[in-house]
């Protein structure tokens, strides 16, 4: 048996049960730099149980649709956030919790220019670039032990437009 998951378009609105959208949506909450750089200020909660917040670079082969969803994982000590360092659009998967597992997963495309920060414990996809390049900046808690459970799909489940 398997499932089928259609893309829908990344909202605030739409992620907001999963983490937060960061984008230069709305007005600016302030102009700074002689009037040159508008700043959207505190568009994520960090969100970290111990360590410290680190900016990783990851370099991701791109992926292509239909996408075969073998496993989510979630970060139980740190929220996370995919910041992309080009105008490509992404793939975001996450999934409730429902006792311990994931739910049934959704599926968001970003628009160019967003990126995304998954509240901790969220189950959610891997990084998954849908062109070239995959270069994103990751933030993310740096510190001991372990922060990652992973949970492999029984069933099959395809990811498409």
């Given at each position: 048996m398997?499932?089928?998951?259609k ?8 992620f ?6 960061l984008?230069v ?6 102009i ?12 994520a909660v960090?969100d970290f149980?111990?360590?410290?917040a680190g ?17 989510v994982?979630r970060?139980?000590?740190?929220s996370?956030?995919f910041l992309p360092m080009?105008?490509?659009p992404?793939?975001v998967?996450v999934?409730?919790d429902e006792?311990?597992?994931p739910g049934?997963?959704i599926?968001f495309?970003?628009q160019?220019g967003?990126?995304?920060n998954f509240?901790?414990?969220t ?9 070239a390049?995959?270069l994103?900046?990751?933030v993310?808690?740096i510190?001991?032990g372990?922060n990652?459970?992973e ?6 489940i395809?990811?498409?437009?």
């Amino acid at each position: 048996m398997s499932a089928r998951i259609k893309i829908q378009p990344l909202t605030a609105e739409g992620f907001a049960p999963f983490g937060d959208v960061l984008d230069v949506s709305g007005d600016p909450d302030k102009i700074i730099n002689q009037g040159m750089c508008g700043r959207y200020h505190d568009r994520a909660v960090l969100d970290f149980n111990d360590g410290r917040a680190g900016i990783s670079l990851f370099n991701a082969k791109p992926r292509d649709l239909p996408l075969k969803l073998d496993l989510v994982e979630r970060h139980p000590d740190g929220s996370q956030a995919f910041l992309p360092m080009s105008q490509e659009p992404f793939l975001v998967v996450v999934a409730p919790d429902e006792d311990g597992t994931p739910g049934q997963p959704i599926a968001f495309r970003t628009q160019p220019g967003q990126g995304i920060n998954f509240h901790r414990g969220t189950w959610h996809g891997v990084l998954t670039p849908l062109a070239a390049p995959g270069l994103f900046a990751v933030v993310d808690r740096i510190g001991e032990g372990p922060n990652l459970q992973e949970h492999w799909f029984q069933e099959d489940i395809y990811i498409d437009d």
